[in-house]
């Protein structure tokens, strides 16, 4: 079963960090032992969604440069028994981040998690060329919207002549209203339209909205509609049947 999973976004905005978080949650939750790794340096919003702002004292950037070891840059979430996540540096600097630091790293985490989720910034090269060599398949979380999905649809593509070529796609922030009006791209049209396997939908919830903002991942609301999504998701992505 593949392990390492890099969430990828064409564009910002999409929801690309809620869902590693949750997806990472979710997996967790049911016994797994995750590591969440923030990639988007400088714009980091990871520890936000997980509540741990206040814990991060270490992060990716002072792992790599030798300030500490990795240990001290792995932070344990609170509330779980098994979700550890690593935050990005809140500069921008991902000079001495290379393709052979992001498999090193990677490598030396597979002894001890059960899968590893990179959330990277949006768009491509930098960081997402750094962490291709270690994924094993990516994620990517676009919206219903045309200029969503052409910009998913072009990362697919650059990903695949990367190297990376085991590629789905997740339609987020849904708006069911829409979409039968025709005003909004509904999911026949966007499963024919992509050659990229769409492996689910999260359509627009304002439970998802409230945990964001309370730093509580949106799966840890036993029978919410956001926890089933989630689990049917995830067990498309890992090729199980919903992860119960």
């Not at 291709?132 to 990516?138: E, F, K, S, T, V």
């Not at 359509?203 to 730093?215: A, C, H, K, L």
């Not at 609301?221 to 995830?234: L, N, S």
């Amino acid at each position: 079963m593949k392990k390492i999973f890099l969430i990828a976004s064409g564009k910002g905005g999409t929801g690309k960090t809620m869902f590693a978080v949750n997806f990472g949650a979710l997996l967790a939750r049911k016994g797994k032992r995750v590591v969440l790794i923030d990639m988007d340096l400088g714009m980091r919003n990871m520890d936000l969604y997980l509540g741990m702002e206040n814990r991060v004292v270490f992060n990716i950037m002072d792992f790599m440069s030798g300030i500490c070891r990795l240990n001290k840059a792995l932070i344990k979430v609170d509330g779980f028994d098994s979700l550890y996540f690593m935050a990005a540096s809140p500069r921008r600097d991902d000079r001495r981040i290379t393709e052979r630091h992001m498999t090193a790293l990677c490598d030396a985490l597979s002894k001890y998690f059960d899968f590893i989720i990179l959330d990277c910034g949006a768009g491509m090269g930098g960081l997402l060329d750094a962490c291709l060599p270690a994924a094993q398949r990516a994620v990517l979380v676009t919206e219903p919207e045309i200029a969503s999905l052409r910009d998913a649809d072009t990362l697919a593509g650059y990903l695949m002549e990367k190297g990376l070529r085991d590629t789905c796609m997740v339609i987020n922030k849904a708006d069911a209203d829409l979409m039968r009006a025709g005003i909004l791209p509904d999911l026949p049209s966007i499963v024919n339209s992509t050659n990229t396997p769409v492996v689910g939908m999260i359509e627009m919830d304002s439970d998802i909205r409230i945990s964001t903002n309370r730093g509580i991942p949106a799966v840890c609301k036993e029978d919410g509609a956001a926890e089933e999504t989630f689990r049917e998701i995830a067990g498309r992505i890992l090729g199980l049947p919903p992860i119960s």
